[in-house]
């Protein structure tokens, strides 16, 4: 169904791309490229190139006549974009034309207040939605209950989908799945950082990086083992795999106090951003 639904694309970034990258890598249950409308100025490398491969339509702005054609919106704009967005965007929707928004801290209520009373979700992915092994979490205002499974259906082709009833988690999720992407690349970085400090040539260290962050996340695709389970698996008392684990989770801020504070920081950031605090 999500096949013959249309859809505009409205901000085409580094997000936006990634999703379209994802509806448009199958074409079983994902978007034919006749389906779907970039909307953005100026695209991002990513959603220009999708532009270009598949012949998809592109504009600066929607006219009356492509918004009523439009049956879903997908709104993946910086926040602070908002109102501007929505007072150009909005007087052309049809009354049954849904939203999704994937903003940021930008709360249902704040989204029926700039674009009318119509189905509502909102949607929080992250960026390896662009190679179909994203995960959505989202969740949906009353009048959006009956497409949630259109909705699920799409953001299926770009990874898997979470739904949540209680929105004020989505801060949370977004600290934990939406910027997580970063925080493995983060230890890729640091990893290969401390492989080239025990002497290794640099790019040496970072294909042992990549391939070690690449193959762990494959085990843990392809089992039903917990993260901790696996640990335990690999690490033999007195091994090295122990003493580098004794480092990293020992006295002191330890990876797993890192981390916790890490997330507070972006789910507060999130509350903040949905008080009208800008996305930089
Ligand atoms: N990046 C992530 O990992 C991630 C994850 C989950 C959710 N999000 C959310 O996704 C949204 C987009 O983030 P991003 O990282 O993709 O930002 P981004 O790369 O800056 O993309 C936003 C795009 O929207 C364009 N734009 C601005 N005003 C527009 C308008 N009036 N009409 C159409 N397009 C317009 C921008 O063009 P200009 O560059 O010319 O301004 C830019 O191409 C944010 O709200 C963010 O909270 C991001």
Known sequence: MAKSLKIALVGAGHMGGALAAGWLRTRRGGVA???LIVVDPAPGEAAQGLIETHGLVHTDALTL?????VDIVVLAVKPQSLEQ???SLSPLLRPDTALVSIMAGTTLSRLSLAFGDRPIIRAMPNTAAAVGAGVSVCVANAAAEPLKPAVERLFKTA?????LRDERLIGAVTAVSGSGPAYVFLLAEALA???TAEGLPRELAERLARETIIGAGALLAGTDKSPQELRRAVTSPGGTTQAALDALMGSGVGLPELVR?????AER??????NGGRER
């Open 65 to 69: 006549e492509m918004a009523d054609t």
């Open 159 to 163: 990874g898997s989908v979470e739904w």
């Open 85 to 87: 967005v929505a007072t």
């Open 261 to 265: 504070n890490a997330v507070s920081a």
């Open 33 to 35: 490229p006749e389906n």
């Open 269 to 274: 950031r999130s509350r903040q951003m949905g």
């Open 193 to 195: 950082g401390a492989g």
